[in-house]
Every structure is written in C-alpha cells, then in structure tokens.
C-alpha cells in the first residue's frame, strides 16, 4: 500500500493536501538484472514543487521517466487522481517534461517549437498564437518567437523548452535537472526565476536534480533518493534539521557523524559527552557545524563533564578556513575524523580550545556505521 | 602547424592523381567532342559543333536519355520505397539485432556487380525462377517473355542494386537524430505517426536527398543492367556511348554525349548539395 504522505509542506492548500495529483505505488524498475528503482512510494500535492535528489545513479532521473512515460515499469502502480497514468502512452499523458538538455527541435523555429504541443493536441487555430506569445513572454523570450535554436543560448534554449511545456498547461511538469547545463551565476538566477515562476503558474512541479543547494532552495519538499530507495521525504528544513538517516545528514549539507555508546541517559562520543533520552546501546548523531560555539578563553565555572542540556568539549584547533561571516574549524579531538565547526568571527584561533553545543542538536540518525 | 613538407607530401599526390587520371582525359574528351569523323572512318581536327547540334536534331538520342531518366527516378523511388523502411527499422526499432541487420544489408555490396546481374538473368528468364514458380502455380500457362530483357527487367536489377547505397545515408541521418526529440514530441501529445511526420521525416531529409541522388546518378551512368537484362527496349544513354566509342566507331559523337551527361550530373550534384545544406539543421 502506499506509505502516507503527510503534506506538511509550503504551498499546498488544505483542500489539496487532501488528495495527491500524483501518486506513486511500489514502483519497481529493472534495467536487465540491474535493479534501479527498488520499492518508490511517493504521493505528490497539488501545487507542490517536490525536489527529487539524489546522486548520480540513484534512479532519480528513471523515475523522472516512468512518470513521463518513457520507461515502463516492472511492478507497481503510478496514479493521476483517478486515472492509472502507468497504463496510457506517453503522448496521452497530462505532464510535460523539461529536458535535461533540453531537447529543443532544431528544424522548427522558437515560435513552432512551443506551438508544437498546442497543433499536436489540435487545439483551436485561433488561439496558438495567443498562447504561444504569451509563454514566450513568461519566459522573456518574447522577441526571439521567429528566431532559429540553433542561434539560441543554452539559457535562452532553457527558456524555449519551459515555455514550450507550459504553454500546454500540464498537471504535472517534470524537470530532468533542467538546470544543470547552465554556469553557476545563470543558475541561480534562473532557480529564482523557476520558484517565482511555478507560484504564479499554480502548476505541479517535479524537479530532478543532484545538487543538494538547488534542492533545498527550491522546494517545497524533498525526496531524497539513494540506489533506488526513497531515504527521506521531507521538507527541506526538516530534512536539515531532523535527518532521519546519516546519509541524508550527510548529502544535504555538512554534518559531523559521532559515533556514540549510550548508557543511563548519557551518550558518550571519545572525550565528547552529552545528555540524551535515547535507549542504552550503540548509537549515531548527526552535529551539524554551525551548531557547535567556541567558549571563551577562560570558561567559568572550570570545565565539567556531563553538563546539563549543553554539552562541552576541548580540541585542538587543526585548520581554520576564513568564510567571510563565518569560519570553518576543524577540531582534533582525539577520534578518528575531526569535528567541524561552523563559528562566526571566531579570529585566530590556535591551541586547544573549548567548544560547546546544545545536547538537543544532536540527532540521532539510522545507518552510519563505518564502512 | 604542419611543415610545407607535410603539407605538399599529402596534397600533391592526391592532385596528380585527380589531373593526370580524371581531369586531363575530361579535357580530351571535350576536345574529342568537337571533332568529327571522315567518310573514310578517320577522326579530324576540324572544330565544329556539329555533334551537338546532331543530338538535338535526332530525336533517338533524346529518346534514349528520357527514357535513362525514367528508368533512374523509377529505380530512386523504389529504393527509396525499400530503403526508407527498413533504415527507420534499423535505427528505431532493431535494438539487438541491429548488428546483423546491418551486416545483411551490406554484405551483398561485396558481392559483384555482375553476379547480381546474372542472378536476376537467371531468376527473371523464359525458364528461369519467377516464371518456373508461376508455371507451377498455375498462374501462367508459358513463360512471361516481358520479365527479362525490358526496362521492368533492368529497374528490378538495379533497384537491388542500389537500394543499400540509398539505405545508407538514410541511417545514418536517422541515427543522428538525438532520441530525446523523439521524446519531447511524445510528451508534448504527437502520437508515433505524426511524430514521425513532424520530426523524424523533416530531420531525415538530408540523408532522403543524398540516397536519392546515388541512386539516380548511379542509374543514370549505368550500362552493364541494360546489357545483361535490358534487351533492345532496355538500352540507356551509356550503352549509346560504348557503342559509339567501340563498334560504331564515333568518338566525336560519344565525347559530346558524355560531355552533355556529365553536365546534368554535375549540376544535379550542385543542386541537391544546395538542399541538403539547406535541410540540415545543427
């Protein structure tokens, strides 16, 4: 059955909420022998921008695919409210895709390109050129509508391909890393252009993309996709704030993985000490860097082990990399990795020094054990 | 970048080649062309057009080019009949047996010309296979004589002939097509024919217009079909030509004949390469 999806997150509406647009049933998809999507349960909100993420090989982009209908799936069911989208072909279905490199007819001037999907569906005459202009002036690209692809940026093709999927008001746009192809700076402009874009169009948007900052500065949820098996799905500040897992601790944004043996409320991590109300045994945390501040020089009272809700340790202070309004700090502390530390104006820091973090900071995360 | 050495050791061969072996004859050729030949059978070096105002006032020459030119768009439409098919098959839909398919189309190019040519002797003869078939269906009562020595005859041969020269640049404008505007257009609501129709057909049509101008000049030069098969209703323009350079023993008139066609290929080339720069899109 499908896992329930509690929609927690951003624009989705009340009445939305209430019943997924896309819903997503034990997927499983092989490639030959190889397994690529292993089990994917995933219920999508009306209105939401949902970011799947993952590393190169997750299955993010063959579950892109399945959706768009590209690939068929071996087992499992996809649904459009109340129509099994898994059984109807590519061309019946009502979602659009942006490509990956964005796929653009090259025969077919900017105009035709976008009109393409409006004569294919043999929407009235009348109304293509309408449409089409104003999907080009969405997108900005207004006075390039008789212009050939081939003279056409890699942003301005990006454009053309959104305004030739929107303008067929899909239920559902997929976006196959759509802006992977573009530099850094055109890149976040864009991503700022897409959010403000997916708001004013009211449309359903599913991204795909490797690159966890675009993520989280996008979405209104996350699934984080790992070999073929949803890891966590979340908001991104959720998925930040509380990982469920040490890998997704670790593939969204910079943690420090401790490694620690609870006994009678205390967690213990090397010469790290910390209150916790977790169950005796061995056990992994997720510290993220910025959570961790530097004590001043002489901390009063003396250093005590076992604080109450704030737990202190000493390292040496092995590297410091300047960061602007915040420093990275690597500190020895006796284990095997260093912590890092994320401190703001911290200055030149040498020696051994005393650190502090709030016990509730760390969280407990699944998998993590050294490989 | 490269040494005058280099350059001149690999652009001077190639040229010397082109001049002594391909431009020089050309060059005597057209001489040839405006000479004529004396009543007592010896060639003089009296310039004048009379060659080619001899082909324009008898009308079995042009006859015989019209009807070269019928045999060599009927043999580019079949090809491109055959061709177009099983290329779109090869590149679409073969997946796994894209290899041998491939292979079985172009293995029957090392095979010889002539052998192809007496294989459609023996199949298309009064007593050859397609008749011996039909005989034994009881669909014909004797042997079909039109089969063998006819136009129909020699279009049969050369179509087999030609058809993977057209296959070819088909597939590969067909394989260059990046698979993902094929997707693009399912997803933006084409159905698999239109798709075709809109994307597939329009980007093929530069490798449409190479395959077709093989086949037509291909046919069009073609003289050993139409002697093996074509009978005296098969003759083409270059058996015109053998036979005025050999038993007929009239240079001149052969020179300007070869001359005259060379242009019509030249500027057939000309033409399509305009085409096909014009159809290709980056």
Same mark, same amino acid.
């Given at each position: 059955?499908?896992q329930a999806a509690p929609i927690t997150a951003g624009s989705g509406?009340?009445?939305?909420a209430?019943?997924p647009i896309l819903s997503i049933?034990?997927v499983?998809?092989?490639?030959?022998?190889?397994?690529?999507l292993?089990?994917i349960s995933l219920d999508v909100a009306s209105g939401e921008f949902l970011t799947i993420l993952g590393e190169s090989g997750s299955g993010k982009t063959t579950l892109l695919?399945?959706i768009?209908?590209?690939?068929?799936?071996?087992?499992?069911?996809?649904?459009?409210?109340?129509?099994?989208?898994?059984?109807?072909?590519?061309?019946?279905?009502?979602?659009?895709?942006?490509?990956?490199?964005?796929?653009?007819?090259?025969?077919?001037?900017?105009?035709?390109?976008?009109?393409?999907?409006?004569?294919?569906?043999?929407?009235?005459?009348?109304?293509?050129?309408?449409?089409?202009?104003?999907?080009?002036?969405?997108?900005?690209?207004?006075?390039?509508?008789?212009?050939?692809?081939?003279?056409?940026?890699?942003?301005?093709?990006?454009?053309?391909?959104?305004?030739?999927?929107?303008?067929?008001?899909?239920?559902v746009l997929l976006l196959d890393e759509p802006l992977s192809?573009?530099?850094?700076?055109?890149r976040r402009?864009?991503q700022v252009?897409l959010k403000?874009?997916q708001r004013?169009?009211?449309i359903t948007f599913i991204f795909v993309t490797h690159d966890q900052e675009e993520a989280m500065a996008l979405s209104d949820r996350v699934a984080l996709l790992r070999a073929g098996l949803l890891e966590q799905v979340a908001p991104p500040r959720e998925i930040y704030g509380e990982p469920e897992t040490a890998y997704a601790a670790q593939f969204i944004g910079q943690t420090?993985?401790?490694?620690?043996?609870?006994?009678?409320?205390?967690?213990?991590?090397?010469?790290?000490?910390?209150?916790?109300?977790?169950?005796?045994?061995?056990?992994?945390?997720s510290?993220r860097?910025?959570?961790?501040?530097?004590?001043?020089?002489?901390?009063?009272?003396?250093?005590?082990?076992?604080?109450?809700?704030?737990?202190?340790?000493?390292?040496?202070?092995?590297?410091?990399?300047?960061?602007?309004?915040?420093?990275?700090?690597?500190?020895?502390?006796?284990?095997?990795?260093?912590?890092?530390?994320?401190?703001?104006?911290?200055?030149?820091?040498?020696?051994?020094?005393?650190?502090?973090?709030?016990?509730?900071?760390?969280v407990?995360v699944r998998g993590?054990?050294?490989? | 970048?490269?040494?005058?050495?280099?350059?001149?050791?690999?652009?001077?061969?190639?040229?010397?080649?082109?001049?002594?072996?391909?431009?020089?004859?050309?060059?005597?050729?057209?001489?040839?062309?405006?000479?004529?030949?004396?009543?007592?059978?010896?060639?003089?070096?009296?310039?004048?057009?009379?060659?080619?105002?001899?082909?324009?006032?008898?009308?079995?020459?042009?006859?015989?080019?019209?009807?070269?030119?019928?045999?060599?768009?009927?043999?580019?439409?079949?090809?491109?009949?055959?061709?177009?098919?099983?290329?779109?098959?090869?590149?679409?839909?073969?997946?796994?047996?894209?290899?041998?398919?491939?292979?079985?189309?172009?293995?029957?190019?090392? &095979?010889?010309? %002539? *052998?192809? #040519?007496?294989?459609?002797?023996? =199949?298309?003869?009064?007593?050859?296979? @397609?008749? $011996?078939?039909?005989?034994?269906?009881?669909?014909?009562?004797?042997?079909?004589?039109?089969?063998?020595?006819?136009?129909?005859?020699?279009?049969?041969?050369?179509?087999?002939?030609?058809?993977?020269?057209?296959?070819?640049?088909?597939?590969?404008?067909?394989?260059?097509?990046?698979?993902?505007?094929?997707?693009?257009?399912?997803?933006?609501?084409?159905?698999?024919?239109?798709?075709?129709?809109?994307?597939?057909?329009?980007?093929?049509?530069?490798?449409?217009?190479?395959?077709?101008?093989?086949?037509?000049?291909?046919?069009?030069?073609?003289?050993? &079909?139409?002697? %093996? *098969?074509? #009978?005296?209703?098969?003759?083409? =323009?270059?058996?015109?030509?053998?036979? @005025?350079? $050999?038993?007929?023993?009239?240079?001149?008139?052969?020179?300007?004949?070869?001359?005259?066609?060379?242009?019509?290929?030249?500027?057939?080339?000309?033409?399509?390469?305009?085409?096909?720069?014009?159809?290709?899109?980056?």
């Amino acid at each position: 059955m499908t896992q329930a999806a509690p929609i927690t997150a951003g624009s989705g509406t009340a009445a939305s909420a209430a019943a997924p647009i896309l819903s997503i049933r034990q997927v499983i998809k092989r490639f030959g022998q190889r397994p690529v999507l292993r089990g994917i349960s995933l219920d999508v909100a009306s209105g939401e921008f949902l970011t799947i993420l993952g590393e190169s090989g997750s299955g993010k982009t063959t579950l892109l695919r399945l959706i768009a209908g590209f690939e068929e799936l071996d087992s499992g069911e996809i649904w459009m409210g109340a129509e099994r989208l898994d059984r109807i072909s590519a061309h019946r279905r009502q979602v659009n895709t942006v490509f990956q490199s964005y796929a653009i007819f090259p025969h077919l001037s900017v105009f035709e390109n976008v009109a393409y999907g409006l004569r294919a569906k043999n929407a009235a005459k009348a109304e293509i050129p309408e449409r089409v202009t104003r999907a080009l002036a969405m997108v900005k690209m207004g006075e390039f509508a008789q212009a050939a692809p081939a003279k056409l940026s890699g942003g301005q093709q990006q454009r053309v391909a959104l305004a030739r999927a929107l303008v067929n008001r899909p239920r559902v746009l997929l976006l196959d890393e759509p802006l992977s192809a573009l530099d850094a700076n055109l890149r976040r402009q864009m991503q700022v252009e897409l959010k403000s874009l997916q708001r004013e169009v009211g449309i359903t948007f599913i991204f795909v993309t490797h690159d966890q900052e675009e993520a989280m500065a996008l979405s209104d949820r996350v699934a984080l996709l790992r070999a073929g098996l949803l890891e966590q799905v979340a908001p991104p500040r959720e998925i930040y704030g509380e990982p469920e897992t040490a890998y997704a601790a670790q593939f969204i944004g910079q943690t420090n993985l401790l490694r620690a043996e609870v006994r009678d409320g205390i967690a213990s991590a090397g010469s790290i000490v910390w209150r916790t109300s977790d169950p005796s045994g061995k056990a992994t945390y997720s510290l993220r860097p910025e959570c961790i501040r530097l004590l001043s020089e002489f901390p009063e009272p003396p250093f005590a082990k076992a604080d109450v809700s704030n737990a202190r340790f000493r390292g040496r202070v092995r590297n410091q990399a300047f960061g602007g309004a915040m420093d990275l700090v690597e500190i020895d502390c006796g284990g095997a990795n260093p912590i890092r530390a994320r401190i703001a104006n911290p200055g030149i820091l040498t020696g051994e020094r005393e650190f502090e973090f709030a016990a509730d900071d760390a969280v407990r995360v699944r998998g993590g054990e050294p490989q | 970048m490269y040494s005058r050495a280099y350059k001149a050791g690999v652009t001077i061969p190639p040229l010397l080649w082109v001049t002594v072996f391909l431009l020089l004859p050309y060059a005597i050729l057209f001489c040839y062309s405006f000479w004529s030949v004396s009543s007592a059978q010896v060639i003089v070096h009296n310039w004048n057009l009379q060659n080619y105002f001899q082909l324009v006032r008898n009308p079995i020459y042009l006859e015989v080019l019209l009807r070269s030119m019928r045999i060599a768009a009927s043999v580019t439409v079949f090809a491109l009949l055959l061709g177009y098919p099983l290329a779109y098959y090869l590149s679409f839909h073969a997946a796994k047996r894209k290899d041998l398919l491939y292979q079985l189309v172009i293995i029957p190019l090392w &095979a010889s010309y %002539l *052998v192809r #040519g007496y294989a459609w002797k023996t =199949i298309l003869g009064s007593d050859g296979v @397609l008749n $011996g078939f039909l005989q034994y269906l009881h669909i014909t009562q004797r042997p079909v004589e039109f089969f063998l020595y006819s136009p129909f005859a020699v279009i049969i041969t050369l179509t087999h002939i030609y058809t993977p020269f057209t296959l070819l640049p088909i597939y590969a404008s067909l394989e260059h097509i990046p698979r993902n505007l094929v997707e693009a257009s399912h997803d933006l609501g084409s159905s698999p024919w239109s798709t075709f129709r809109r994307v597939i057909l329009p980007l093929s049509l530069p490798g449409v217009l190479a395959g077709a101008t093989f086949a037509f000049v291909l046919t069009l030069g073609d003289f050993l &079909a139409p002697l %093996l *098969v074509g #009978g005296p209703g098969g003759i083409m =323009i270059s058996n015109v030509v053998v036979s @005025l350079f $050999g038993a007929a023993y009239n240079w001149p008139l052969g020179a300007a004949i070869s001359f005259c066609m060379m242009l019509l290929v030249v500027s057939l080339l000309l033409i399509t390469e305009r085409l096909e720069k014009r159809l290709a899109v980056s």
